[in-house]
């Protein structure tokens, strides 16, 4: 009886040791039919099932547009203008030089290129670029049935889309709908409006080096413009002239005689990008547009162009003019180089609600809220104050608060002399809160050397200023040497607002799909990067900047609380005041360019800033606090009052000292005739404490010129001396600005001249003011005299009489007091404190 044969037959008998396990050609045969079987009931299936769609609304409003806060129109990217055309209008090679450069097969193909698909499928598979296969009608069916896809079944969907339409549309209708709804760059849909975009006449009187050109850049319009990259234009240009020669759609002579054609440049940012939108436009499109340096950008610049997406920005539109407002309020004699930045963000989300980058995208395209780096003078300081908080310094810790300080070897080896601004002595032992309030360079440069630079440059990143910003790690961070974008200083403010919470700053709150499917929303999400104790003490300091330092304008915003510093870089190139409220961190910054000529295109270097407005210099606290305030009542009005972490200072702990001994006393060596920062060196190697006090004079800048004790007195240690120094410049008499005083009655002017060391000299005159009101001044208000000088202030002895005054009845009222003030009461005068 013969052996019943098994299906599955391995090892099979009686082959050889690897002919054994290869299969039968039953099994290759079975399993080859089954595949086939399979694959093409799946296809049946698929085609039986899909059906050709409408074209899409969408085809026509494919215009991405950018949305304030509020919901309302900002602006558009790409704004489409397109212009339909028949095809029978255009000569046979324009839609040819298209077909040969994207689709060689158009002519013939069933709608899809299998092979060109299968090649693709295995260049994907094997090589980390990606490669497509779309024929022109997979295009056409993209553009106006379905929408952009990259996944396969959508690809397999198409394919089908596609083979249907080849059988029912007639190829030549394909390749118009393909033509009209092409995107060419420069905001253009269509072949129509891009011929006469990029040579000024219509598609129909195209050439064929024209129309060879517009075909090359098809696969990357924006980045392949012959304006932007002339190279990869005219390469292109050559592949696309030499296809349509092969391919039989030019003749040889036409080939020999084509050259690369003549195109009119991309045009500049027009009005429609001009003053606050061109800015704020340029951010979005920045945010999130996927770039070498962005590589976490949601869109190429083609998608973000050509989606038709719906951005909606964090942006509010008050806040904002709020900000233009506070720029355009810069004094008409400032410098025209000065230029104002103004950054405010949510603490909570890291969303900008304002932002103040220049006066006019059009006319001036960087952005120097975002775009430009000044150096941060004073606003570091509180980096290094979370630093030493952070590392168990507590802010009743004492510093030395005199001027010059000399540390040693501070200075690439060299002795590091360091002042006050202004040469101010506030002591030998100041608490943080003190030299926080008062921005003492010498307890700062002190309490830095305390914990290390390293600890100011880590704070300071942390809290938000970028990596690649170049903070050196040497004692003079604290004093803000390095160079910031003013966006990141405000990020790294919003951190400290926020309790110690780090978020992601950004400008875009979603992106949604025509349909209203949001396919993006900005990072709103936080990372705790401080301990709250060591902000909430920092956040107190910082109060006091307000309370009782150069911050003292922002006081306007009582009883809301308020932290913020200011900022002075070195010879006044920089000018800050950065501060919070728990609900919006805003700073403002100014600086004055050393060359500024828009026309031209140049705009750089760092110049100190021409006083203005009446301020002696500019410093954080004249304009920058000025400005900060007014826009923060601006944008906090109907905001709730919000308190900060209350501050708990910590308990005093008592250890028992032993009995000093009694110090010796040392001789004081004569110091006068020395420079400052010798003397001082001299006399704290002693054991000395040192103050200093400038006086103006004909000795050399820095020179002491007297001591407080004479020379030879023996004094112990840790005694206070005193040192006059010479600052260089003649004696002055002190100035005053004649005060505004117009308007008031006359001896409520005469008080406040003389509150100002100034004499009031009264003469009278006829006016139509109110009898005895000041009407003039001479000097003029606002005018600079010495401390002592006779002010005439004219007042008002009412309208002049023409004819002789009626008799009138004798009054029973008591009589004035000669200055307007009826009764004779003290009316209007000021109290007397």
């Known amino acids: 009886m013969a052996r019943r044969r098994r299906f599955w037959n391995y090892p099979r008998p009686n082959k050889g040791p690897v002919q054994r396990w290869l299969p039968s050609w039953r099994i290759v045969v079975g399993t ?24 899409m609304d969408s085809i026509n409003q494919e215009a991405t547009t950018v949305y304030w806060a509020n919901g309302k129109v900002m602006g558009t990217f790409a704004e489409q203008k397109r212009e339909k055309i028949d095809i029978e209008n255009l000569p046979e090679y324009v839609g040819n030089a298209v077909v040969a450069s994207e689709d060689d097969t158009f002519w013939t193909n069933s709608g899809v290129d299998f092979f060109g698909m299968g090649r693709a499928v295995l260049h994907n598979l094997t090589s980390d670029s990606t490669q497509g296969a779309s024929t022109l009608t997979q295009q056409y069916v993209e553009r106006t049935r379905l929408d952009t896809t990259k996944s396969y079944a959508g690809k397999a969907r198409e394919a089908i889309i596609a083979m249907k339409i080849a059988q029912t549309v007639p190829k030549e209708e394909v390749l118009e709908g393909y033509l009209n709804t092409i995107y060419w760059g420069r905001g253009m849909y269509g072949i129509q409006t891009a011929s006469q975009e990029y040579f000024g006449k219509d598609a129909k009187d195209l050439t064929p080096s024209e129309a060879a050109m517009l075909s090359g850049i098809i696969p990357s319009p924006t980045n392949w413009d012959p304006s932007v990259n002339l190279e990869q234009a005219e390469r292109r240009w050559k592949r696309s002239i030499d296809h349509m020669y092969e391919q039989g759609y030019i003749t ?9 054609p003549e195109f009119k440049e991309k045009k500049e940012a027009t009005n429609s990008q001009g003053g606050q939108k061109g800015y704020l436009l340029a951010a979005v499109k920045k945010e999130l547009t996927r770039t070498e340096s962005n590589p976490d950008g949601k869109y190429s610049a083609e998608e973000l162009e050509t989606r038709g997406l719906r951005i909606t920005t964090t942006i509010e539109p008050k806040l904002q003019r709020a900000a233009v407002d506070i720029a355009k309020s810069l004094p008409d004699d400032a410098d025209k180089k000065v230029r104002m930045s103004l950054v405010s963000i949510d603490p909570e989300t890291g969303a900008v609600k304002a932002m103040y980058g220049g006066p ?61 601004f202004g040469g101010e002595d506030l002591g030998s032992s100041i608490d943080l809160v003190t ?39 040497g004692l003079s961070n604290v004093l803000g040497t390095a160079s910031v974008y003013p966006i990141d200083l405000a990020g790294a403010y919003a951190t400290m607002a926020s309790g110690g919470y780090r978020t992601t700053t950004h400008i ?49 915003l009582a009883p809301r609380p308020v932290a913020g510093k200011t900022g002075t870089s070195n010879d006044n190139r920089s000018a800050w005041f950065a501060g919070f409220v728990p609900q919006l961190a805003t700073v403002v910054g100014l600086r004055q360019y050393e060359t500024l000529d828009l026309e031209a295109g140049k705009m750089g270097g760092q110049d100190q800033i021409d006083t203005f407005g009446g301020y002696r210099e500019i410093t954080g606290g004249s304009w920058p606090a000025r400005a900060w305030t007014d826009f923060m009542k601006v944008a906090l009005d109907g905001v709730d009052i919000e308190e900060f972490p209350e501050y708990v200072a910590p308990e005093p702990t008592f250890t028992p000292s032993p009995t000093p001994e009694t110090p010796e006393a040392v001789e004081l060596p004569n110091v006068v005739g020395m420079d400052v920062a010798r003397a001082t060196q001299e006399l704290q190697a002693l054991g000395l404490q040192v103050r200093t006090r400038p006086q103006n004079g004909d000795e050399p800048k820095g020179r002491v010129v007297e001591m407080s004790m004479a020379a030879g007195e023996m004094v112990p240690p840790e005694s206070t001396i005193t040192l006059v120094v010479s600052t260089g410049q003649p004696e002055q008499p002190e100035q005053v600005v004649v005060p505004e005083v117009r308007g008031m009655p006359r001896t409520t002017a005469e008080q406040i001249l003389q509150g100002d060391t100034l004499r009031a000299n009264v003469v009278e005159e006829f006016s139509d003011e109110p009898v005895g009101n000041v009407i003039a001044t001479n000097p003029g208000v606002g005018s600079s005299v010495e401390v002592g000088s006779t002010v005439t202030i004219v007042v008002s002895k009412g309208p002049e009489e023409t004819e002789p005054p009626e008799t009138e009845e004798p009054s029973t009222e008591p009589p004035g007091d000669g200055n307007g003030n009826g009764g004779g009461n003290g009316g209007g005068i000021l109290g007397g404190d």
């Open 252 to 260: 040889a002579a036409e080939h020999k005689e084509a050259a690369f």
């Open 360 to 420: 006019d995208y059009v006319k001036q395209s960087l952005n120097t809220a975002t775009q430009d780096v000044v150096q941060a003078g004073s606003t570091f300081k509180p980096f290094t104050l979370i630093g030493a908080l952070e590392e168990g310094v507590t802010l009743d810790e004492r510093f030395d608060g005199n001027s010059p300080k000399v540390f040693p070897k501070a200075n690439n080896g060299e002795d590091w002399s360091v002042p006050n």
């Open 32 to 55: 080859g039919l089954t595949g086939v079987s399979l694959a093409a009931g799946l296809f049946v299936a698929a085609w039986s099932t899909t059906t050709i769609p409408d074209n």
């Open 435 to 473: 030299a926080t309030a008062h921005s003492v360079n010498t307890a700062y440069v002190e309490l830095n050397q305390k914990i290390g630079p390293e600890k100011t440059t880590d704070v300071a990143h942390r809290a938000g200023i970028r990596e690649s910003s170049d903070i050196p790690n």
């Open 508 to 556: 875009v709150q979603k992106v949604e799909n025509l349909d209203g499917t949001v396919v993006y929303e900005g990072p709103t999400a936080q990372e705790k990067v401080f301990d709250a104790e060591a902000i909430t003490a920092a956040t107190y300091a910082m109060t006091q900047v307000v309370e009782e330092g150069s911050g003292r304008t922002a006081q306007e």
